[in-house]
């Protein structure tokens, strides 16, 4: 089971994410950083466990209206030993391929943000790309046609509930069955409502193979001895 701690940038800064209201996210405020600079909020949760990757939501550009560009690479030059999950809103080939060259990490492509499935056609087969199935209460967002073909998925699927983000409410289990059972020997990631190692150790027993979190490793329901106890197990 891979925990993977989320940063969602705005504004420069670390925010906190709750259900996927993203014009009321604020700067978060966490014990494990004095600021919310993304620095300090990462060095923070390394300090929680030593994590191999982070995901990275871009807001900005994800909603078209700047960028975090500048921060992601401050990221990368200082934590060159981890590995960087990245959405930022590319929709295009083209762009994918530019940020793919770049180098900075591995590109999460969004459902949200796709026109079609031309950019997953391309780039299905390169191990630095991953799909995120975005759903809203229950209803799935982005091209029907994506989601109802499963031939142009990567090897990696992100399956993120955004009404359960910062929710508390737990993962959506039933959808991420559902999700892994159609995937045959990809390996499907949980995004949402986890609260704790019991929540982590559900996902494991459904042949989940890791879960974005935040929430939990701030407030400290999630503690580093319980996630090395769960790689050992």
Excluded at 42 to 47: I, M, Y
Aim: glycine share 10%; net charge negative.
């Amino acid at each position: 089971m891979q925990v993977i701690p989320v940063l969602d940038l705005k504004g420069g800064v670390v925010v906190h994410a709750r259900m996927g209201q993203r014009d009321q996210y604020r700067p978060i405020s966490t014990p494990l950083s004095p600021t919310s600079k993304p620095i300090d909020v990462a060095r923070g949760l390394l300090s929680v466990y030593p994590f191999g990757s982070f995901y990275v939501a871009d807001l900005d550009t994800i909603g078209g209206s700047g960028n975090n560009d500048a921060v992601l690479a401050e990221l990368k030059a200082t934590f060159p030993d981890r590995t960087f999950w990245v959405d930022n809103g590319i929709a295009d080939t083209a762009g994918a391929e530019r940020w793919l060259a770049a180098d900075l990490g591995d590109l999460v492509l969004g459902s949200e943000t796709q026109k079609d499935e031309a950019v997953l056609r391309r780039l299905a087969k390169n191990d630095r790309v991953i799909l995120s199935l975005d759903y809203r209460g229950d209803a799935f967002v982005g091209p029907a046609a994506l989601l109802s073909n499963v031939d142009t998925w990567p090897s990696r699927i992100i399956t993120m509930t955004l009404a359960r983000v910062g929710s508390g409410l737990g993962p959506d289990l039933a959808r991420l069955e559902t999700i892994k059972n159609a995937v045959g020997e990809r390996s499907v990631y949980a995004a949402g409502g986890v609260r704790d190692v019991d929540d982590l150790s559900a996902l494991a027993d459904r042949g989940i193979a890791g879960a974005l979190v935040a929430s939990c490793l701030h407030d400290g329901s999630l503690a580093g001895a319980q996630i090395a106890r769960l790689q050992m197990a």
